[in-house]
């Protein structure tokens, strides 16, 4: 299987990361994450949330569609 996918109150704890979401979906052939929904993320000091966003983590970069919002908060 390349996906995993989880819904509901999501929640991503690890060393430099956290994260919360409704809905994510991570492809570990291409090491894209998908967050669907209100979604908020903490990286090291740095604050990103949005909607309906992707994060390339090989590239440590986010892409936005038409229909995303992001607001981040760089310190």
Same mark, same amino acid.
């Given at each position: 299987r390349v996906l995993f996918r989880s819904s509901g109150n999501v929640a991503i704890e690890a060393a430099d990361? $956290?994260? $919360? /979401?409704?809905? !994510?979906?991570?492809?570990? &052939?291409?090491? !894209?994450v998908n967050f669907s929904g209100d979604s908020a993320i903490q990286y090291k000091q740095n604050h990103l949330k949005g909607s309906d966003?992707?994060? *390339? &983590? *090989?590239?440590?970069?986010?892409?936005?569609?038409? *229909?995303?919002? !992001? /607001?981040? $908060? &760089?310190?």
């Open positions: 990361i $956290q994260a $919360q /979401t409704p809905y !994510i979906e991570y492809n570990y &052939l291409t090491d !894209i966003f992707m994060v *390339k &983590l *090989k590239e440590n970069s986010v892409i936005s569609s038409e *229909k995303s919002t !992001i /607001t981040i $908060q &760089l310190d």
